[in-house]
């Protein structure tokens, strides 16, 4: 009857252990993961209204005859005129690699800036993508607008001529056409690449 009544073994114990700590890893690495993937959404949704927010804004500048739109394109009744930021074109987000270095954003023509209001309220000002005015992302991409001194982390535009006088029989004007490119990218919990998003503004001077 003694041995109907004995113990588990220790090899049973060890195995038993094993199992029970197999699932608390799979569980905590699948929460860790559904955490992970929470963080980076919610980053994602706040860079893309950092990004609306940049696009909206130099809609209303060239609506409403902002001299921060002759900064970005040029004057366009002046012959010959083009802005100081007029590039050839829009670099790519990275696919792999680190994010932009300000020292790429603001060298070799690549001409990188950011749009914030001025501290008086009217009017608004443009900010170069350089070492006074741009850094790497600490969490992730925004314009710090409400700052004394506005600064971008991980957010940068860049504007391309896309069109050029195309006549316009029903306004009877010429119209240029302006590709603003403007990307956000920083670093997320959980991934080896950078998060990216990005987007393509075309705006017409009117």
Not at 58 to 72: E, K, V
Not at 174 to 189: E, K, M, P, R, T
């Amino acid at each position: 009857m003694a041995r109907l009544h004995r113990g588990d073994t220790l090899i049973e114990l060890m195995l038993a252990f094993a199992i029970f700590s197999l699932a608390a890893v799979s569980c905590l690495t699948i929460l860790n993961q559904g955490v992970a993937m929470a963080q980076r959404s919610l980053e994602k949704s706040l860079v893309r209204q950092q990004i609306d927010s940049q696009a909206e804004i130099i809609r209303y500048i060239q609506a409403s005859g902002d001299s921060a739109w002759t900064t970005m394109v040029g004057d366009k009744s002046v012959a010959g005129s083009t802005g100081r930021l007029v590039t050839a074109a829009g670099g790519p987000l990275p696919l792999s690699g680190p994010c932009p270095s300000v020292g790429q954003l603001s060298s070799g023509g690549a001409n990188g800036f950011f749009v914030v209001p001025k501290p008086s309220g009217a009017g608004f000002d443009i900010k170069p993508a350089d070492a006074a005015n741009y850094t790497a992302a600490s969490t992730y991409a925004q314009v710090t607008y409400g700052a004394a001194t506005p600064k971008a982390y991980g957010i940068w535009v860049q504007v391309v001529k896309a069109e050029n006088a195309t006549p316009n029989p029903a306004l009877r004007t010429v119209l240029d056409a302006y590709d603003f490119y403007i990307h956000g990218c920083w670093d997320s919990v959980g991934l080896a690449v950078p998060m990216t998003v990005g987007t393509i503004v075309r705006v017409y001077d009117r």
